[in-house]
T-cell receptor, first 114, second 114 residues
Framework: DGGITQSPKYLFRKEGQNVTLSCEQNLNHDAMYWYRQDPGQGLRLIYYSQIVNDFQKGDIAEGYSVSREKKESFPLTVTSAQKNPTAFYLC?????????????FGEGSRLTVL | AQSVTQLDSQVPVFEEAPVELRCNYSSSVSVYLFWYVQYPNQGLQLLLKYLSGSTLVKGINGFEAEFNKSQTSFHLRKPSVHISDTAEYFCAVSARGNNNDMRFGAGTRLTVKP
C-alpha cells in the first residue's frame, strides 16, 4: 500500500547526541514536510522540500537539519544544538506544495532526551 | 500569514450525543480549510476539506463541516458520536496554492463517554 513510513517510532537520546529520523514515501509526491508536535501547541513546521536537492526552513528550523537526495526520502537530523528536542515528530507529503490539497502523514516518531 | 484558533481544548460528550468542535481562522487571502483526526501515538488523518464550492462539506466517519466566510469559521459537527470517535482533532488552514504555509490549530481533545 502507498504511504509514508517513519522510523523509529520511539527513540531515546542522551543530551549532546545527534539523532536522525527517517521518512520514506511511496506516493510519488513531490513535496515533503517535517512537523514538530508538542502538547497543546498543535503542529509547527520545521522544514519542507518541494523538489529533490532543495529544501526550505519552516518556523522552527534552528537545531535541525534535513536532506533531500531522493524523491522518496526526507530524513531529519535533530542536532545537539536543539535546546528542547523531546517531542513527537511528524513527516508529511503532498502532491506538490504549489497546489493546495491535503497533507498525508506518517505515524510519527517520538523522541525523548534523557 | 494565516492563523487558526480552536475554541475548545477539550470537549467531553456522552455516546450518541451530537458534538460541535469550533474553529475560527484568520487570513488576508483566500484559503483552503481542513479537519484532521489524530489517534494516540499516530499521525494525522484527513477527515474533510473545503477547497471551493458548497460550503457544507461531508467527510469520513459521519463528520461534516460548514465554511462560513463572513464569520471566518469552519466548525466540525457530528450528529451522534461513538466511543471510537475519542481522539484529538485539528483544524488547519492554508493559503490557496501554498501548502508550505499550512497552519494548524492547537487541537481539540474529544472524549466520548459511555
Amino acid at each position: 500500500d502507498g504511504g509514508i513510513t517513519q522510523s523509529p517510532k520511539y527513540l531515546f537520546r542522551k543530551e549532546g547526541q545527534n539523532v536522525t529520523l527517517s521518512c520514506e514515501q511511496n506516493l510519488n509526491h513531490d513535496a515533503m514536510y517535517w512537523y514538530r508536535q508538542d502538547p497543546g501547541q498543535g503542529l509547527r513546521l520545521i522544514y519542507y522540500s518541494q523538489i529533490v536537492n532543495d529544501f526550505q526552513k519552516g518556523d522552527i528550523a534552528e537545531g535541525y537539519s534535513v536532506s533531500r537526495e531522493k524523491k522518496e526520502s526526507f530524513p531529519l537530523t535533530v542536532t545537539s544544538a536543539q535546546k528542547n528536542p523531546t517531542a513527537f515528530y511528524l513527516c508529511a507529503s503532498s502532491v506538490t506544495s504549489g497546489r493546495s490539497g491535503e497533507l498525508f502523514f506518517g505515524e510519527g516518531s517520538r523522541l525523548t532526551v534523557l | 500569514a494565516q492563523s487558526v484558533t480552536q475554541l475548545d481544548s477539550q470537549v467531553p460528550v456522552f455516546e450518541e450525543a451530537p458534538v460541535e468542535l469550533r474553529c475560527n481562522y484568520s487570513s488576508s487571502v483566500s484559503v483552503y480549510l481542513f479537519w484532521y483526526v489524530q489517534y494516540p501515538n499516530q499521525g494525522l488523518q484527513l477527515l474533510l476539506k473545503y477547497l471551493s464550492g458548497s460550503t457544507l462539506v461531508k467527510g469520513i466517519n459521519g463528520f461534516e463541516a460548514e465554511f462560513n466566510k463572513s464569520q471566518t469559521s469552519f466548525h466540525l459537527r457530528k450528529p451522534s458520536v461513538h466511543i471510537s470517535d475519542t481522539a484529538e482533532y485539528f483544524c488547519a488552514v492554508s493559503a490557496r496554492g501554498n501548502n508550505n504555509d499550512m497552519r494548524f490549530g492547537a487541537g481539540t481533545r474529544l472524549t466520548v463517554k459511555p
